[in-house]
């Protein structure tokens, strides 16, 4: 069974004080692994797709990149604007199926 | 904005009742995807439409069903509603089978 397991649960950050955030993941084979962005009681929101592992892709202040078995969340020098919850997910390799995510991280930046 | 329409966004309704929920994908989008999301389950993956049929299952319940229609929207009928069955309902949409473009979802109160 696919499992995404996604740390922390909530972060705290100062405005300008660059983080990680961590997705690690258990599927047969991997389609591609996303981040979404969720902002309170919104639809989740795309960031990116990560296909194989030592990809590596960017927008604005954050960048994901992907190993075999988990993905990191690089924040850099966040703005409160960039609080949030992140979710991770994963889907199988025989594409045009469900995503399984996970629980998410809540990030706060504080000003 | 994804694209993706989802219609109420608020429902407030007893329990034992019956409501429908409507999504529009996004334009050309053959995929449907409708998702679950309560505070300690995070996002669950329910029902997949690719152009009109079923295309997977996932944890939903028998009291509810979905269909998608000709003109590719879809509706997810909820029944024999529960204090449970309260939470955010999502829908996705995809045309390329990986990437999934959520709706703004639906908020559900079952009093």
Redesign the interface.
Known sequence: EDQVTQSPEALRLQEGESSSLNCSYTVSGL??L?W?RQDP??????LF?LYSAGEEKEKERLKATLTKKESFLHITAPKPEDSATY?C?V?EVS??????????TRLSVIA | DSGVTQTPKHLITATGQRVTLRCSPRSGDLSVYWYQQSLDQGLQFLIQYYNGEERAKGNILERFSAQQFPDLHSELNLSSLELGDSALYFCASSGNGETQYFGPGTRLLVL
Do not use: D, I
Request: proline share 8%; hydrophobic share 30%.
């Open positions: 389609r591609g996303f979404y009681g919104k639809g989740p929101e795309f797709t979710l997910a889907q594409g045009n199926t469900p995503l399984v995510f996970g629980k998410g």
